[in-house]
């Protein structure tokens, strides 16, 4: 028990310390926190003390509640709250005015406004409908007066809350793509280099296994960022302050995840030529680990390292012939193995040099470079 105290005090310390020490999901969720709060003091301050609202408590509740993880969910939350509010609170106003008793009047309204609220359209605010209805059936207040309170307080609340969330620091969630971006291409080398380097000596179909397992999470990666994106694409959407923050820089273009998506697949199939193999011919291994090594430092290659890219490329295409060369001359037990290897690593290569193309500014030539098959 102990220990485990201790662990999460030391958890929590390391994620305060990353708050304030540098920028990441820690001081994003802070930042947000922090937000959501002033809204509902402010919302507080404008319906309770201000305006002296008989139901102030419903706008700093709603304000509370819809400083959410972009703008566009901010707006699509209040559009939903607000629905949700005024549906509970008309259909428990009505069944109380029908009845004229206070459980005959929650018998008939709380299956209706539960029903509204599991309304998938509603998303996770479809709670508040039967929370509404309560409100007004436990408390009857269902007077047009009451009733006309509630909206007025919810407006209010959904605007402040909104307005605090676009205006103040408004969230943009660019920071997992980039991340991404930059451990794809390092994490292809590093299995490229490993597969070239256990390729040279004797391997067995259990090791063959692991590289191919490797790939396979590599292809999750290439999930994740297009998780990342949508949620990146999400924070741009109706946010007034993308272009003033320096931590907005757009991600790359949507081309690339699908450049990438091809390069981890053509890994994969290599991979998995190699685990289901029984044997390659001998002369294969020595031409097929320089061409994957050289493959996998275009990828390690620093941005600006045009000429490293460029001999690494030149030498993987060297390769790549003697392996086309090795393919006519192989027998018919392995030409399957071989020539489907032979057209993976030439995919491969025709992706690594519209990627390098890309790295270099040389967008015209990405476009254009032939895909052989």
């Not at 998780?227 to 946010?239: G, K, L, P, T, V």
Request: net charge neutral; aromatic share 6%; hydrophobic share 45%.
């Amino acid at each position: 028990m102990w220990h485990a105290l201790t662990y999460e005090a030391t958890a929590v310390g390391r994620s305060v310390r990353r708050c304030v020490t540098e920028s990441g999901p820690e001081r994003d969720t802070a930042v947000q926190s922090l937000k959501a709060a002033g809204a509902a003091l402010l919302a507080w301050a404008v319906a309770g003390w201000w305006w002296n609202a008989p139901m102030a408590l419903l706008a700093p509740w709603t304000a509370l509640f819809l400083v959410q993880s972009t703008v566009y969910r901010s707006l699509l939350s209040a559009l939903q709250q607000v629905v949700v509010v005024c549906g509970g609170t008309l259909l428990a106003a009505g069944a109380l005015e029908l009845t004229h008793h206070t459980m005959a009047a929650m018998a008939l309204a709380l299956p209706l406004t539960v029903l509204l609220g599991n309304y998938a359209r509603l998303g996770s605010q479809g709670l508040y409908a039967p929370t509404a209805a309560l409100f007004v059936l436990a408390y009857g207040s269902s007077s047009g007066f009451d009733i006309l309170h509630r909206l007025l307080e919810t407006l209010l609340g959904a605007a402040i809350g909104v307005a605090v969330n676009a205006g103040v620091l408004p969230p943009v969630h660019s920071r997992r793509v980039h991340r991404l971006r930059e451990r794809l291409p390092q994490d292809c080398a590093d299995l490229l280099h490993t597969v070239a380097d256990g390729v040279e000596g004797p391997y067995d179909q259990e090791r063959a296994r692991g590289w191919y397992d490797g790939a396979v999470r590599l292809a999750d990666v290439v999930t994740e960022l297009r998780s990342a994106r949508r949620w990146s694409d999400e924070s741009y959407r109706f946010n007034p302050g993308r272009k003033l923050r320096r931590s907005a820089e757009p991600p790359p273009p949507a081309d690339w995840d699908f450049t990438w998506d091809r390069i981890t697949e053509h890994i994969r199939a290599i991979t998995r030529s190699l685990s289901e193999a029984a044997r390659l011919p001998d002369s294969v291994p020595g031409v097929l680990a320089p061409q994957l090594r050289a493959a996998g430092d275009v990828l390690a290659s620093r941005r600006d390292a045009a000429d490293e890219r460029r001999r690494a490329l030149d030498t993987a295409e060297a390769a790549h012939r003697r392996l086309a060369r090795a393919l006519v001359r192989s027998g018919y037990e392995t030409a399957p193995v071989l020539g489907g290897m032979t057209a993976d690593t030439r995919r491969l290569l025709d992706d690594l040099s519209a990627v390098a193309d890309a790295w270099d500014g040389d967008a015209p030539r990405q476009e254009q470079r032939p895909h052989h098959g």
